[in-house]
């Protein structure tokens, strides 16, 4: 995307209405431009930060000694591509696979992405949940950001799901899940489930986030 240089410049004091668009999925989106980095909002979610996005930054951080030997890594909830642009922040650039259900969203995650890392992106627009129930392909690194509004879909918590993502890792693969708090009670039940499928994981705690690592 060509941004004049005077948004660029008003984005350091203020978000800058870049894009606004609607689609099957999210009856209103917004592309913000803040301090040099896309943001992707709904009325009531917030979903990229460039490379600023906390949760991608977790992932990168504690994967960090696994990530030189990662080939290939799908993406289930692609939002602007925050972590394609963490992963390249920090020297990495493996091929991706990335699946979003809203078409406008993944269309504009390509756009935006550098010219140097789309050669390397394999984009997906489908439900993940019936993208992994069909996938034979297998993964170094699976990464599940899946929300709708700042609810990740009860599918997504399912043993099944996750068996499957277990499933399509390769030996000594990873996984990271990106998971929003909202009911203690409920979380818990989710930490049980994961925990039966992954049992070996840690668990950072970013604000109401709580980020699975295996």
């Given at each position: 995307?060509?941004?004049?240089?005077?948004?660029?410049?008003?984005?350091?004091?203020?978000?800058?209405?870049?894009?606004?668009?609607?689609?099957?999925?999210?009856?209103?989106?917004?592309?913000?431009?803040?301090?040099?980095?896309?943001?992707?909002?709904?009325?009531?979610?917030?979903?990229?930060?460039?490379?600023?996005?906390?949760?991608?930054?977790?992932?990168?951080?504690?994967?960090?000694?696994?990530?030189?030997?990662?080939?290939?890594?799908l993406v289930l909830g692609t939002g602007l591509g925050s972590i394609v642009r963490v992963m390249k922040a920090n020297g990495f650039n493996p091929n991706y696979t990335l699946v979003e259900l809203d078409e406008v969203v993944l269309k504009w995650a390509i756009e935006l992405l550098d010219e140097d890392i789309i050669k390397n992106i394999k984009p997906v627009?489908?439900?993940?949940?019936?993208?992994?129930?069909?996938?034979?392909?297998?993964?170094?690194?699976?990464?599940?950001?899946?929300?709708n509004s700042r609810v990740v879909p009860e599918f997504v918590t399912t043993p099944v799901f996750l068996t499957q993502c277990l499933n399509s890792l390769n030996p000594g693969g990873h996984l990271a899940f990106n998971y929003i708090v909202n009911d203690q009670n409920r979380w818990e039940g989710v930490r049980q489930t994961f925990t039966s499928v992954f049992p070996e994981n840690k668990i950072i705690k970013e604000d109401i986030n709580r980020i699975f690592i295996v």
């Open positions: 995307m060509d941004i004049p240089f005077y948004k660029k410049l008003l984005s350091y004091f203020y978000p800058v209405l870049l894009r606004h668009s609607s689609g099957a999925v999210n009856a209103s989106l917004k592309i913000y431009l803040y301090r040099n980095q896309f943001q992707l909002t709904t009325p009531d979610a917030f979903y990229s930060d460039g490379d600023r996005y906390r949760p991608a930054i977790e992932v990168v951080r504690n994967l960090k000694l696994f990530l030189p030997d990662v080939k290939n890594m627009n489908a439900d993940a949940k019936v993208f992994m129930a069909r996938n034979t392909d297998k993964f170094d690194l699976i990464f599940i950001d899946i929300f």
